[in-house]
């Protein structure tokens, strides 16, 4: 299906808005980039042009999986679009799930099941270190520190640019709170030690996070545009 580019673009009510096409079939991430890029911009989505099925991520960065998504978008509906790859690093695990973050725990992608393996690791790791202590040996206390990088990839025209943000913070002992998606019940951003990600609201979230950064980015490069 091709849709021509100019569509893309329109006006409405006086002011110009931006019509991109979104890489996702999330309704956390489409619900908050909307919300982050504001008024100027209308989001579509690959359902709403009739794409239901999901390139695999066989990439081994964010950054190739980020692309694959885009380009695989821009090939199909031949639209302005962009794709968001988001991985969740933990430093006591050595930077995973990073680019596994969305099969963690399997093909299922289930949220629950991805953060208790997350949990279940890190209490691994901590009991090593305590048996360790144990024998007499000298060990550092494991950090619980953790970050969400965000790689954005637009493709406008027909050429990619790129954007990126990152959120500080650590891994909660249990899971807490309502709010967000993914990972965020367990997830304690350096900005609010006392609550998780999913206790505070969306619009505390969308102001600090690896996806509102990257996308204010994106948005500040095509408002400079004209
Ligand atoms: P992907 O970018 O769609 O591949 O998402 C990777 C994984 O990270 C999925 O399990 C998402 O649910 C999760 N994820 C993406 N963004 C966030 C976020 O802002 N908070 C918590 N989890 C997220």
């Not at 619900?31 to 911009?41: P, S, V």
């Not at 998504?69 to 799930?97: I, M, N, Q, S, Y």
């Not at 299922?108 to 099941?113: C, H, L, P, Q, Y």
Request: hydrophobic share 35%; charged share 30%.
């Amino acid at each position: 299906m091709i849709i021509d580019t100019f569509v893309c673009k329109y006006w409405t009510k006086g002011d110009y808005k931006m019509k991109l096409v979104f890489a996702t079939g999330n309704k956390g991430k489409l619900r908050e980039a909307a919300e982050i890029l504001g008024e100027g911009f209308e989001l579509v989505t690959p359902a709403d042009l009739g794409i239901h099925d999901e390139v695999e991520e066989t990439g081994d960065t964010l950054k190739a999986n980020s692309i694959l998504k885009a380009e695989d978008l821009w090939r199909r509906c031949g639209c302005d679009c962009f794709a968001d790859d988001t991985g969740l690093e933990v430093d006591a695990l050595g930077g995973d799930p990073g680019v596994h973050t969305a099969r963690y725990a399997g093909e299922s992608k289930d949220f629950n099941e991805n953060m208790d393996k997350v949990l279940h690791e890190l209490n691994v790791v901590e009991c090593e270190s305590h048996m360790a202590a144990d024998y007499g040996l000298k060990i550092k206390k494991m950090p619980r520190t953790a970050r969400f990088k965000s790689v954005v990839t637009l493709i406008l025209d027909g050429r990619k640019y790129f954007f990126e943000g990152t959120l500080e913070g650590r891994i909660a002992k249990q899971k807490s709170g309502n709010g967000g998606f993914g990972y965020d019940p367990i997830f304690i951003a350096d900005e609010y030690p006392d609550r998780s990600l999913a206790d505070i609201t969306e619009e505390q979230k969308n102001e600090i996070s690896h996806r509102g950064k990257a996308l204010r980015a994106m948005a500040e490069f095509l408002k400079n545009r004209g």
